[in-house]
C-alpha cells in the first residue's frame, strides 16, 4: 500500500493536513486504519508520529507533486496490485479497502467515487505493471498531472461513496 502524505496543503494555509484531527484521531492515523490490512505500508512524506508501523520515503527532490510521490512509494515494494491513497481520505474505511482489491479483477485498477460522483485516482488498487507501464510513458514524473499518469488504463468506478470524499478546503473538513 502506498499512501500519499507529502503534500504542501496549501488550501489550509500550509497547515499539515495529515495531522489535522477528526473525532479525536489524525487524518494520517485514520486513512491508516482503514488500510491496515496491508502486507506493507509506505509512506510518502515527511516522518511523522504513526499508529502503526510503517516504511517511510519521500520523492527527490521532494515536492514534486502527488506522480513523484507515488513513483517514489511504487519503488519500496513487490506486490502485485498496490492500493494507492491520500491522507486527506477521512472516511474511508477497511470495507472500502477490500472492496478495491476485489474490483480490480482483469483490469488495471479500480477506484473510488466520492460523494459526488468523482473518479479519485488517489483512492484506488492498481496492478503494479500497469502502474510501471503508466510511469514508462510519461518520463519524469515530478509535476505532472495525476489525470495523465493514469490516461490510457482500464480503470473500473465503485458507487459513490462518502468513503472516496477528500477534504482539500475547510469547508470539506467540517462537512
Known sequence: MVLLAGGGSTRFGGVDKALLVLEGVSLLDRVLAATSGATSTVVVGPVRSAGCAVEWTTEEPPGGGPVAGLAAGLAKGTAPVVVVVSCDLPWLTEEAVAELLAGVGERDGYGLLDSEGREQWLAA??????????????GDPRDKPVRRLFSGLDLAWSAPT?????????????D
Open 125 to 138: 488498487a492498481y496492478r503494479r505493471a500497469a502502474l510501471v507501464e503508466a510511469f514508462k510513458r510519461i
Open 162 to 174: 462518502r468513503a472516496g470524499d477528500d477534504v482539500d478546503t475547510w469547508a470539506d473538513f467540517d
